[in-house]
């Protein structure tokens, strides 16, 4: 596609269910990235896949927290039993190569744990 | 881990002022990268920096890299209003190669 597609654009929840949340990258990127961004606050690393290589999962707050990419394009970032802490909006990124020339990155996901 | 810091957090201007952002890094850095983020919106990218002490324009956005590459800057000459959003910085390097590490922003306010 023409740009980063992230699906739903709002999540509400209640506390302890789960939630799945996608991303679409652009279309040849190899390079896909999940940040969490809370209300006023920078961009918290979560997790990076690059092309086949095993993911960098080292920015995953807990256990509860897993990502997955299929067939080297769509991404879906799934967190278990919920929490109010999770509360935040979750960007997705693509680029070209490691990063080098520059993220694009989709619209979010407003999740709200209620 | 490698660490990215900005300042200031917040910065109030009179459109026609110039701004001024600041990034510093606890470790040397591959290239760094600047991003603005409208209010309700999602990180634009902006530039990125690769050399030592190298300095990119865009019409009225100068952008400098330290010599060390542990330091940038973002100066913006005569504010508009359309200025107004978050700047991040955004750095690669050392152990966090590949991923960006981001300062928290600085959130810019024109006042017209």
């Known amino acids: 596609g023409a740009g980063v597609s992230q699906s739903p654009s709002n999540k509400v929840t209640e506390k302890g269910k789960d939630v799945e949340l996608r991303c679409d990258p652009i279309?040849?990127?190899?390079?896909l990235y999940w940040y969490r961004q809370s209300l006023g606050q920078g961009l918290e690393f979560l997790i990076y896949f690059q092309g086949n290589s095993a993911p960098d999962k080292s920015g995953l707050p807990s256990d509860r927290f897993s990502a997955e990419r299929t067939g080297g394009s769509v991404s879906t970032l799934t967190i278990q039993r919920t929490q109010q802490e999770d509360s935040a909006v979750y960007l997705c990124?693509?680029?070209?190569?490691?990063?080098?020339?520059?993220?694009?990155f989709g619209s979010g996901t407003r999740l709200t744990v209620v | 881990g490698q660490q990215v810091m900005q300042i200031p957090q917040y910065q109030h201007v009179q459109e026609g002022e110039d701004f001024t952002t600041y990034c510093n890094s606890s470790t040397t850095l591959s290239n760094i990268q600047w991003y603005k983020q409208r209010p309700g919106g999602h990180p634009v990218f902006l530039i990125q920096?690769?050399?030592?002490?190298e300095v990119k324009k865009q019409k009225r956005l100068t952008f400098q890299f330290g010599e060390a590459k542990k330091n940038s800057s973002l100066h913006i000459t005569a504010t508009q209003t359309t200025d107004v959003g978050t700047y991040f910085c955004?750095?690669?390097?050392?152990?966090?190669?590949?991923?960006?590490?981001f300062g928290q922003g600085t959130i810019l306010t024109v006042h017209p």
């Open positions: 920096l690769v050399k030592s002490g």
């Open positions: 990124a693509s680029s070209p190569r490691g990063g080098l020339l520059g993220y694009t």
């Open positions: 955004a750095g690669t390097g050392g152990t966090s190669y590949g991923k960006l590490t």
């Open positions: 279309s040849g990127h190899t390079a």
